[in-house]
């Protein structure tokens, strides 16, 4: 089976994209069990008790419906759940993914008008707000923000698009995918007051890809009776009556879910603030890292910074995606590349999930060595500064 | 965890539903390695191998194409990226999954027309031939047939489709759902001339549920330039895209794909021809067990009994649901539950997959039983009759 | 790897020898874990944890030691710890592992002195008795008995062994070999008054094989300080010294241990008198079985069958090992095999360890299939007659 | 389950002590099979066919038998083997294995005499060499020496010993524990004329312990003839009689088996000069750093070194238990203690088995952290320099 023999013995591969994370060996165990009858009584104690542990990952009381998909079939979910040909919606491009969702919108029918930004920081706010005042008519049917924009490494402060919404008296649905943020920085979909949360397996969640997922807000429950897309995979009404009980309304994708409750367990063990204070504490080294190098992190606003990843530039007339082969080749490591128009202008350092210190430190020591093999012109002493900050002694 | 500590120590739990069918331990390790990078050079090779072996199993050197979804979704798929909101098709209603599909056709926009059976046949081709033949506008533009109905444990003579839209002269593209029977019994997407065949993975390819298949005509990837439903997710040009380098458009579900690399090896190993013998050999044993009991199969026709599964019907007056209780209480073993109108009527025996004559000697044991538990009125014998036929004594 | 793939999707093999028995996925996956520091503070947690709960398997408030070993490992380590060369013991020669302990013993240098049977009983306790009276002068130091005699199916009365001592006023050592009956029947350590008790993990257990085991009465600890056996590996003073902080002397096997911690967990979780109830069940069932065919039971002693294994004797002229040859060609079982004088008369059908009700039906069903493939004269109706005793309606 | 539950969430445990190294996913999930039978055909397959494979890592045609036990189990073996009580046996003194194998032949009756090191080095081979030269009336029968000292990290020369034994006319046996160095550095069992050769699973082999080795030249299978250690379990005889067909005298670890398989596929694979030629490298590496720290080498002689782990000597006054409290409580990371005279005046860091560049620079920056963490008198830029070596730059 080639896509584990490629570099024998050569020790561990550092999956450092930001996502899918690397699974820790609890949930790929859980996933190993014989799959069991979807249908029978175990399976619907297991199911309910699992969608209940599920909800406390979003911070929501409301129901959270789990789809076998990548994450673009959840925010498919979002849209055609919500929404009616012809809907506009306010979409912020802050990066590839805030991209590819407006695609998506478009191909649905909606009509996206986009707030723009440089693919260096969160979504205006401001502007936000400033579009749905001057929409008088309340034609746009919702704001559609990426929380943690997994191609740049921007989180859009969500809390505060709530506020711009209310600000200006508003009735628009506000859909955030945080695919690449949810267990790993602090998300809210109760307090925050977001209508539909669309977020994916493969991050912070620790699980392989496969499954997605949608936080549903009573106002879009209510929403999704008159939404015209038509829908029947995604149609979250047969989703949750059959939740009720613990099922699911087709075949779900059990072993995954056995992954899922690891998976939860295992964050809840740990304890979602001690989650996210790791992966805080893992990016400020990173940054620092970067900056000893020399280089430039993508994002501007330190106050958007995401924990989940860093995106990093490259000096002009070199490629990133060289270095990137480099460190595959040499380090037996793989980052992210760069999307849509950073591509080979950035690379990306996932530094999310089940990650540890030491992983850290062999992550950005494979990045420190890959710079200078590959003649990227830097200054030595990333991974000192780093370990410097993880050691307290900054 | 509850899934799998409900009955410790008690033995190897007997999954005889028509699917999820008992998943080998092979595949089950295979899915059990690291997530690895999807943009990343192991990956391209190993998707590009993957999806030319997948090739083989539908029996076509047309494209195969993969989604993270339930079989429901890859029904989807076939429909969205063939037909346009208005457009007539005409769906054979041989049990409760092509029941689902005909809901599914309507809740995009199609115009289902629909040939009814008793739910104890395939489809009923003298019908289609005839409404194609007097169809003379070719307003009905898809003539969609489940293969193997799961719910009934009736196949459908696709061949004999294929033929009679041929003798008819009318051009509408033939779409099959062969979820439950490819890799089981046997299937020739090229052959039979199927435009769309639409499989999952958790039957006779022995996966966990989680990954659904489209494979795909030259005359169907036609009808998707000018098909008009909106879809995203679905939609075979972007997929097709990637696929030609061994990537998907999303992130596919990593650790299934390793299952299914496993799963084909262990079918080729085995021989398709040899895999549909054990199948055909099997259910026969099973059909005996079921007559010597005194009980009747729920499919009337000899040339269309599945090899897949087998539907028994249950005297006047006795609870299929009550049997398939005790049976799990007792005797550990789950079975497939009567659906739509044959709930509590029937009970289902699977007998695919990863399944040797043992396990079906206990699987039929286990039933025998029940039925002298439950207080179901039949004449023991039943596993006598199916070792019988297995020994070559019949 | 040809250990798995020789036998390609023809279903679960059934593994029906008297040991190793079928290991649950649960200790399987529990193994599957990274090995730890053997000498670190969690596994010092751990191995004090494991120790403690071991006992309770043993029915023993005293020391049980863990060898990284086979089950002939902890017999040497009986003898070695207890013995002095020249010392005269005293061998109940039930079947082949007895015989093979003697043969072990005479190695070492003691003097064995047997008590032989037709290997178609328990040990003789009248003639211990006889013997230990005859023996005045107390120059016979233990008595070596096998709890379950794995090469005949016969089990051996352990309490009235220990009466039988204690009538004869003779102090000699108890050493009971129940390799193959621990946590599958009752045995009890204490209450029995075993000096040595000798245990293997790939039985009841559960396990693979790799471990085996010496629960210690004070009085064989006070015979280990005088014990003129050549040791090192097998001495259990320096691994007592270790024990008391859950760690050992030598490198323990650590993912076997895991494995034993998943496996007390699921014993205790089913209870040990369901464990063993269980066992009773089966083994009746399995002895109807063989009556309902016109074979023979091995054991003549109603009162000493084991519920571990039944040994079934062939008609004159056939072979039993041709017999084990075609079942596992055609059946994919492995039967064992009978062994020494018992060679190519018996087959050995196990019926211990994670074992349930339909896999005792699939296990006698490939018997019966069996001996008519392979020509053995025998009537039908064995698997009839013990489905009718599990279900209550013998 | 305690023992993967202590840190959750933090990412990976480093597991570098010297042994167990890191056991990789494949070896992990080959041993996740079920148990086969062990007297069965496929068994004798298997076993056959590693057998032969396994002398391949000796570099030996040679016959190598499989113990179920720790390497201390594979030591007393070889000394069982070959020697008789009385027997004067030359030791080599390099470190507390070396300390530990002359203990043990002393419980087994034979006569150690010992030539002592400061521990910081490899054999005194001129000693020996004299030692043996003295030694008119060939009392002397055999020369122990530990070919890789896992509590110093000194190699021995044991081509030269050879060659010294040669030399001196002597017809001593040539006993040669590599249980660390095995397939992590250099060792042809063959060429360099070793008698018995004693090796663990758990180290260069990349399995969990649970395993021991003995490969066996032409004359030591001649001395175990005539070799009066009363043995059993250990004996070579029946072991090689029954290892002709791939079977085992007393059951076989066989899911460590399975385990060993896979490794040596791994092995093989890479190549054993590229993986020694990795481990020379990293080793390199590591003292680099530890030099860059300002601290010492436990080993004096270059030529001496082990490419298997580094033992780090602490400066006076400061402690190395304290230091690996810290490190394993901050940075989830485990290394060796000292042992025996070196305890908490060294601390060993493993280099060895399933490992890479990063998961060294991972290690390095833990004991770099950890240093000033516990406030270790250092300098910084220890893990700079092992990457100034790593990436060629040095």
Known sequence: MAYFQSKPTSGRHFLQIPGPSNTPDRVLRAMDYPTMDHRGPDFGRFGKQLLEKLRGVFKTSQPVVVFPASGTGAWEAALANTLSPGDRV????????AHLWQELAGK??????LIETDWRRGADVAAIEAALREDKAHGIKAVCVVHNETSTGATSRIAAVRKAIDAAGHPA???????????SIDYRHDEWGVDVTIAGSQKGLMLPPGLSFNAISQKALKAAEGAGIPRSYWDWRPMLAANAQGFFPSTPATNLLYGLDAAIDMLMEEGLDNVFARHDRFAEATRRAVRAWGLEVQVEVPGEYSSVLTAVRLPEGHSANALRATILEKFNMSLGNGLGRLNDRVFRIGHLGDFGPLQLVGTLGGVEMGLGAAGVPHKPGGVQAAMAYLNGNA
Chains 1, 2, 3, 4 share one sequence.
């Open 90 to 97: 306010l979409m912020c491009e802050t990066g590839w993914f």
């Open 108 to 113: 649905l029918g909606l009509k996206p008008e």
């Open 173 to 183: 649905l506000l859909l955030v995918d945080t695919i690449s943020g949810l267990a």
